[in-house]
């Protein structure tokens, strides 16, 4: 008995002591880990309180599990910013690598070139988003790395990407035999760079994450830019009792770094199944941004969606319904804090209903909830947004921006909601319920 409680202080003194660290190295984004380690220490926990378990096994298990735990998905790749030096330095002119070069960490094939900030092209500057160095592919270029991750998970790879010349450029992202590829041509803010995310399935334990150029331009000079590539696995939200829509708050999504202030772009994704955005597909050409509290103003939580582009820019999710059922769609719809240039609105369908919605300032609040009713003509049934406006912002008149949605919900029309506010110490228990 004593053991047995001398292990359960340690074991609760370890976790409390993990989440205190996550929370404060990772912010709201150290949750995921809270998630898998709920997990894997639940099966610890279970195999070390059996009696006929000996002393070497649960050490074994102990120190496998702390294995599992030095790596959980999460966070900037190795050298994922390029500013780990090379053997020889970074090179002080404009040069390119061909073939092996020695980029710590990654692999590269074709021509691919280390650039640095401040780096003149021509009469043009090189953008590098984030730090003093970044990657520049050439025609049919690529790097690439290997990764160690969880067989049948889902994970999703945040990284920021530039453009150098006038011409079409584009970038592919690949963990084979997944594939997409990304149109660099539209810039969405004036920063000339954007971070996006895009999710994939992984089929082994080991697999390789690549970047490749799949351009042929005529200027050999030219090629997108890559920096600051980070990896999160994801989690699917459990579905309420009281709400049909999955991740309706938008809180569960790609990785995002608290020192960029531009959000994350989520690309064309039709597969709801590998969405860096679980439950929720992007339909549309253009991609919809991912914002946090900490540089926008979001409706409720710490995560929420900015819709860009109008029409170009729709979010969609089939959710389960029962034929002949009267349903409410309510849905919060606010201002981004982002200098967005008003007037603000959203297009709201539900199954065969739609709504255009106005965003009304209020000067109590920067957003509003919105109800759509509809009755469900079958048992799965989408609910989709899109911004009715092209809008920018006001002090430089060219970044895209647009109206934020958020806390989405569908339930049968009538039912009971509870609603809970100034938590407070109660956060406490929550985590505490979460992990045991």
Not at 36 to 65: P, Y
Not at 254 to 283: A, C, H, I, R
Request: aromatic share 10%; charged share 20%.
């Amino acid at each position: 008995m004593l053991q047995s409680s001398s292990r359960g202080k340690a074991f609760c003194l370890f976790v409390l002591l993990f989440a205190l660290l996550a929370t404060a190295i990772l912010g709201e984004d150290g949750i995921c880990l809270l998630r898998e380690l709920r997990f894997r220490f639940r099966n610890f926990w279970d195999k070390s309180s059996t009696a006929s378990n000996s002393s070497s096994s649960l050490n074994r298990d102990w120190q496998r599990l702390c294995r599992e735990i030095c790596y959980l998905g999460v966070g900037l790749l190795a050298n994922g910013d390029f500013e780990t030096p090379p053997s020889n330095g970074f090179p002080r002119e404009e040069s390119q690598l061909d073939g092996p070069t020695d980029i710590p960490s990654w692999k590269t094939n074709g021509s691919v070139e280390l650039v640095s900030a401040g780096q003149k092209q021509g009469a043009m500057i090189l953008i590098v988003p984030g730090g003093t160095h970044a990657v520049r592919l050439g025609n049919d270029a690529q790097i690439s790395q290997e990764l160690t991750v969880e067989k049948g998970s889902i994970y999703s790879v945040t990284f920021s990407a530039a453009r150098t010349c006038a011409q079409l450029e584009s970038i592919n992202v690949s963990v084979p035999p997944a594939s997409t590829t990304i149109d660099l041509q539209t810039v969405y803010n004036v920063q000339a760079w954007d971070p996006y995310a895009w999710a994939f399935e992984a089929e082994e334990d080991k697999v390789s994450l690549v970047f490749t150029n799949p351009g042929m331009e005529d200027d050999p000079a030219c090629g997108p830019i890559i920096d600051d590539i980070a990896i999160k696995k994801l989690f699917t939200p459990d579905k309420a009792q009281d709400n049909a829509v999955i991740n309706g708050d938008f809180e569960e999504g790609p990785w995002m770094f608290q020192n960029v202030s531009l959000g994350v772009l989520l690309p064309t994704k039709l597969d709801e199944e590998t969405s860096s955005l679980p439950g929720w597909t992007v339909e549309s050409n253009r991609a919809v941004r991912y914002i946090d509290s900490y540089h926008y103003s979001v409706p409720q939580g710490k995560r929420a969606v900015e819709l860009l582009s109008g029409k170009e820019g729709i979010i969609s999710q089939m959710v389960e319904t029962t034929p002949n059922k009267p349903y409410t769609l309510s849905f919060a719809l606010g201002h981004a804090g982002d200098k967005c240039k008003e007037p603000l609105a959203v297009m709201a369908f539900a199954g065969d209903q739609a709504q255009n919605v106005h965003y009304t300032p209020d000067s109590n609040s920067t957003f509003h909830t919105t109800d759509l009713n509809f009755t469900a003509k079958a048992e799965r049934t989408r609910i989709a947004f899109y911004s009715v406006y092209y809008n920018t912002r006001t002090d430089d008149m060219s970044s895209l921006c647009g109206p934020v949605v958020d806390d989405i919900r569908v339930r049968h029309s009538g039912a009971w909601r509870i609603g809970f506010g100034g938590l407070g110490l109660v956060g406490f228990w929550v985590v505490a319920s979460f992990l045991f």
